[in-house]
């Protein structure tokens, strides 16, 4: 006999643990903070001066290619971004410019907050000294800052950090076919307590899915082949997984506020602005825009 259930009614489909529901809740977007001043840094190569000796030497030929291609993933990381704050903000203001310029650019534009974003080549492939000034910058600036992806590791190597695959080797070891966390995935938070997952606790507070309430999951966009070793000194861990133990940490001495994230928790409306309908699930990264909307009231609060 047919069966003219509609399979996404049918229990065996539900595709989500925890709730068992085949349908995610209406959520308008409300724009809760005031106002926010962000410097956004664009992480990826763009021309032959940001490159080391030794991306000169194995790029020998595709240089030119490359870079085409860093600078166009640069536009597409810098606009999420700039997404998140301009459609969590009522008077948002955001500056993007390049890691090489973040210092004299954050002297000059004032901001309340700096998040930086991923990258795609490893760090060797870098200028040593564009690397060797951020590293002097993010061991004394005051401003709230957010590292997302590529930046996570940047900042951990920044302050002591080793970067290894997810097979726990050198990054030069293994340039291709590498472990990767890709897709969405689950991670475990390690401390609700920081503010930045406020109401985690609070089942009433109506901001986090069941599977946060009831297990400190987090449910997260990830790309990436490389990791931070162990936690660095200064920082604490906030998330953990299976293949990548550093998944988010936070260091809060020195008078400073940074929080660094290996996922991309920036891609909430983007993947709202592909969504061919609203009854489809129109905030995949949900879970990512809560905590982007948290650091940037954190950073507003910070002293």
């Excluded at 399979?7 to 959520?27: D, G, H, I, M, Q």
């Excluded at 763009?46 to 490159?51: A, F």
């Excluded at 974003?117 to 993010?138: A, H, M, W």
């Excluded at 009831?214 to 660095?232: K, S």
Aim: charged share 25%; proline share 4%; hydrophobic share 35%.
């Amino acid at each position: 006999m047919f069966d003219s259930t509609p399979a996404v009614l049918k229990s065996e489909t539900l595709p989500f643990p925890f709730n068992n529901r085949a349908f995610c809740r209406y959520e308008p977007i409300e724009k809760k903070i005031e106002h926010a001043k962000v410097l956004i840094v664009n992480n990826l190569l763009r021309y032959e001066d940001d490159l080391s000796d030794l991306a000169r030497k194995e790029w020998n030929g595709t240089k030119e290619s490359k870079l085409k291609f860093e600078r166009k993933i640069s536009g597409l990381a810098c606009d999420n971004i700039a997404k998140n704050v301009l459609r969590l903000v009522q008077n948002p203001k955001t500056l993007t410019v390049h890691l090489s310029e973040v210092g004299e650019a954050a002297a000059s534009f004032n901001p309340d907050a700096i998040v930086m974003s991923g990258t795609l080549s490893d760090f060797d492939y870098y200028n040593p000294e564009q690397l060797k000034k951020f590293e002097r910058y993010i061991k004394r600036t005051k401003i709230p800052v957010l590292g997302i992806c590529g930046a996570h590791q940047l900042i951990g190597m920044s302050f002591g950090g080793r970067l290894t695959t997810l097979d726990n080797l050198d990054a030069s070891e293994k340039r291709t076919d590498r472990i990767v966390e890709y897709q969405y995935r689950f991670i475990k938070i390690t401390d609700r307590t920081d503010p930045i997952f406020a109401g985690a606790a609070d089942v009433e507070s109506g901001i986090w899915q069941d599977y946060t309430l009831e297990d400190d999951i987090l449910r997260v966009w990830q790309n990436h082949g490389l990791q931070v070793e162990g936690i660095p000194k200064g920082f604490h861990q906030l998330a953990t997984a299976y293949l990548c133990k550093n998944q988010m940490m936070v260091k809060r001495s020195g008078g400073q506020l940074i929080y660094t994230v290996q996922f991309h928790l920036e891609k909430s409306f983007e993947d709202w602005s592909k969504n061919p309908t609203r009854w489809e699930h129109p905030n995949e990264s949900r879970d990512g825009r809560i905590l982007f909307e948290n650091f940037l009231k954190l950073a507003l609060t910070h002293k």
